[in-house]
């Protein structure tokens, strides 16, 4: 992946040429005219990416689609990062064992995006206009998302984003960019709303990182709570830059019954540790996102107490008693074991609960391209419009985390969400949310949006 | 929880706070105040401390008393090391000029982050304490029977946290000793005062610096290792703690032992309890602009004797 | 030709070069030229206070942070357009720099780095405190059609390649005026001997105050300006590491020089972005060159550049 970069860039020529053919087509009268050569023939369209060496028709069917991906290398999302890189190879891996894409080999651009937004920016900028990807793929965190939409919109490259905000389906992003690979964090908590209310308790204490992600949580889950006849009790928002706890916990009143925690972040064992020590022998019932300990050992020392307690998770670390097959083979491929760990080093904890959103985001890449015919950059539009077009996307090797529903107006992705239990160690599935149970009204309708 | 178990509970995590800073923030004290530079790299440090002490405890296997002992006497000298290589490389071939020396810790920052994370990875790794009990803490109230004890809920800490308090009060204790008693903190106190005089009296200017930045970044390291079992080992976590330094560095005064152990008490202790009366993104507000409004007010510090 | 005449000559050149350069750039570099143009601006800022008037900032993001809010809260909010929200940038800037300057004229050495310090990350969480307008962390995009002044589509590469070269053309001149004029030599004076310029007669508070005024507008000029052209508005451009990036563009490239200030970000911009292509460690390239040039090249580029030959260059 270093490799191939490196390879474009060490070639002057070849690299002028791709980024004297994105500067004109970002230009209206030369994207007009691409366009029209597009219209006349599928080899003009190839060649207006890739117009270096005058190749013709086989070679150039041959050529490889190229995706950019922007990845969590450095910065407070490398564990995500490293976790989103592996699964990315892997399904990659696959799909071009399985001949490509429209008979094209795939090759993956990564570049590290340092989890800033600024960087990001750059990022989608160097994947479009540099190393001529035909579409820019990537990344979890919201404000790199967010930093790098608007770029990805005006450089009209599609951005699938594989980051579980809402910012998507809240309408504040473009018709360029789509999350149909995971579910938001609005539809996972307001699905979480019936099961703590009915099993766990009424009254509910939330605590939740200050910014904007936990506003989020605290937001949509009071309003969701409030429907089924709960009661939020409590919000504890918790400074971003904090990594000791204890003190915020005496906050927590009496009369809870159920804690509810979400928190991001290196500081995050730290935070479910100090809860333990907080509450000794005597915790109420104990709700968490596994963000809170994602890519965390939950052998960990100081875990202990979390036996019992509930999990949202996205796709469950631990392989369940009805596991499936698809992800039994997702597993293997991506090369994590049944605790969710990497086959070659038990310590080294997958984010599990995120990742497949990768998988499943480039084998809609793969199933969007094949609809539309996708042969170049000329053919974005189509491939966006292809992929807006989808709606049911069944349970299968494709989609291994389980069955989504598309909603191709908001640009958004329903799933099953899944709520496990802590049981001798391990996260045993307690419910299954219903795909229905995630939906809310739409917010936007992109495919007005003109491209 | 009531407001008295509660300021105990905000006491009490203040003071490990306070304990680790106080070590930390005296490691960037000694460098501010002997070398007058200002390493931006202090932080990582602290972060090599405590990833070392993941290291050496993994290795060492067996009970975590054993890893983390190993951990406690080899992570910081091998920090140390590590600074006084930093030093003789770069920091001594600059002239220790305090522009370039900010460009070139934050450089040593960058390189000691990457290859952290090229190692170690970008995952914050726990390592067990030697001991870790929840102790209870009673409280009294007053009933109709008289003064009664009850245990609050939630009023408690650890064995551990206490012993991360007691250990800095000894270690604080011995480095005073090592400044007031000794010959070398005589040749550092002699360098911070007047280095040219110094050098006139043939005390070893150099090896003097080269020792100071080793000192300091032990120190760090020292609190590295005793944070880890609380908090993880991760390669972001020099950050923080190199801003709160700086500010106990400052409102101390420089190069005031007493008066940096004094700041990161205050910093430490009202970081704790603030919270209790505040909303906590408020509170860490609040605390900033006072740190400010203490400067601005009073720019040598609380204790400082010298203007800056 | 007089040493002024050289420079104007010089700098004019240089902006008449960048406003060649677009012409033949591959549209990569073009795009980030703009936008190295647009931070140069904030360095240049930065550069004012620091290289010129000796006051080293550790917190000018809060500067950076106020343009950006400035324009872009009044866009969100206020339905405003672009170009009263940019003038709300600068007003902005021009604001906080007045009542953190008031207050920082009380400080000097190593309490103004750290008063700076602290203002800056008291507005970083106060950005994330009314999360509700700012969205905190994560940000807001301004949406592709209110991104215009005076019928340019700022989103466009041609009017955004202008906009940050108009900018910065802008910010040259004017460095360039101060340097050349009476007031500039004064804080140069104050930089080199601050006891001796009071006891001249200068007053030494009125001229610092000003370089603060200058230098805080001028890096939420910046700030404005990046959240108009690129389209967001975030709170990691509030955080620590965007106060550090001024310094150390400025520092690489010449402190108290007025093309330093562009040198600095152009080489940081490329030296990150050509080493991640390289390789994955590209912090660890990043970190040797910073402390190869502290050593070889302590003045910074275009300051070991005036040591060796050009004698002249402000």
Known sequence: MKKTVHDTSADPARNNKTGDSVIDAAKPSRRAAIKTLAATTALAAAASTMPLFGRYGQVQSSEPIKIGFQVHRTGIGAAYGRWYDRTTKAAVKKINDEGGINGRPVEIVAEDDGTDPKRGAEVVEKMATQHGCDIAFGTLFSHVVIGSAPRAGELKIPYFVVSEGHHVASGMLNRYTLQPGITDVKSQVQAMAPFVNSTLGKKVTMIYPDFAFGHDHRDYFSAAVEAQGGEVVAKIAIPPTESSFTKYFPKIPRNTDVIYHVMVGPAVLTFVKEMGEFFGNSRPEIFGFIDSLEAVDLASPGLEFLEGTYFWEGNPRYAQANQSDYDKAYRAAVGVDANGASLSDSKDVATYAHMFGCWETLHIVKAGMEASGYAGAGDRAKLIEAVESMTSMPHSFAHPQGAKEFNGKTHQTFGHQYITKVTNGKLMLAHTTSIEDTYYPDEVDYTTQSF | ?308 | MTEIQKSWALHLGVIALLFALQFILPAYHHGSLARVMVLTCYAMGYNILFGYTGLLSLGHALFFAAGMYGLSLSIQHLDWTAGPALLAGLATGFAVALVVGMLLLRTAGVAFMIVTLMFAQAGYLTVLYFGEWTRGDEGFVIQQELRRIAGFDLSDPTSRYFAALLMMAICIIITLRVVQTGFGRVLVAIRENEERTRMLGYDIQRHKLAAILLSGTMSAAAGAAYGLLFGYAGATFASVQYSIFPLLWVLLGGAGTVLGPFIGTLFMFYLIDLSSELTTAYMLIAGLVLVALTLFAPQGLVGELRRRTLRWLP
């Open chain 2, 1 to 308: 929880m009531e407001l008295g178990p509660y300021l105990i509970l905000g006491l009490l995590e203040g003071l490990v706070t306070a304990a680790v800073l106080s070590l930390m923030a005296l490691g960037l004290s000694l460098v501010f105040g002997v070398m007058r530079v200002v390493n931006v790299a202090h932080g990582e440090f602290f972060m090599v401390g405590a990833v070392l002490a993941w290291w050496i405890a993994s290795a060492v296997g067996g009970h975590p008393a054993l890893g983390f002992i190993a951990a406690l006497l080899l992570a910081p000298p091998l920090t140390a090391g590590l600074a006084m290589l930093a030093d003789q490389l770069v920091l001594k071939r600059i002239g220790y000029d305090p522009e370039r020396t900010i460009v070139a810790t934050i450089g040593l920052l960058y390189v000691i982050q990457q290859v952290t994370l090229m190692t170690y990875g970008p995952d914050a790794r726990p390592v067990e304490a030697p001991f870790n009990h929840r102790l209870s803490i009673p409280f009294v109230e007053w009933t109709e029977s008289g003064l009664a004890m009850y245990w609050p809920w939630g009023l408690g800490t650890t064995s551990y946290k206490l012993a991360v308090i007691a250990a800095a009060v000894i270690l604080l204790t011995a480095i005073w000793l090592l400044m007031t008693r000794t010959r070398y903190g005589l040749l550092m106190r002699a360098t911070q005062l007047d280095r040219e005089t110094a050098q006139a009296f043939a005390i070893p200017v150099g090896r003097v610096y080269a020792s100071v930045f080793g000192l300091g970044a032990g120190l760090a390291a020292l609190g590295g290792v005793l944070i880890v079992p609380i908090q993880q080992a991760h390669y972001l976590m020099g950050h923080d703690p190199l801003l709160l330094s700086f500010i106990v560095v400052i409102i101390g005064g420089l190069g005031s032992l007493p008066g940096t152990v004094v700041a990161a008490l205050l910093i430490g202790v009202s970081d704790g309890m603030i919270s209790v009366f505040f909303s906590p993104t408020l509170a860490k507000i609040i605390a900033t602009l006072a740190v400010a409004f203490v400067l601005i007010f009073r720019p040598q510090g609380l204790f400082g004797k010298r203007a800056l």
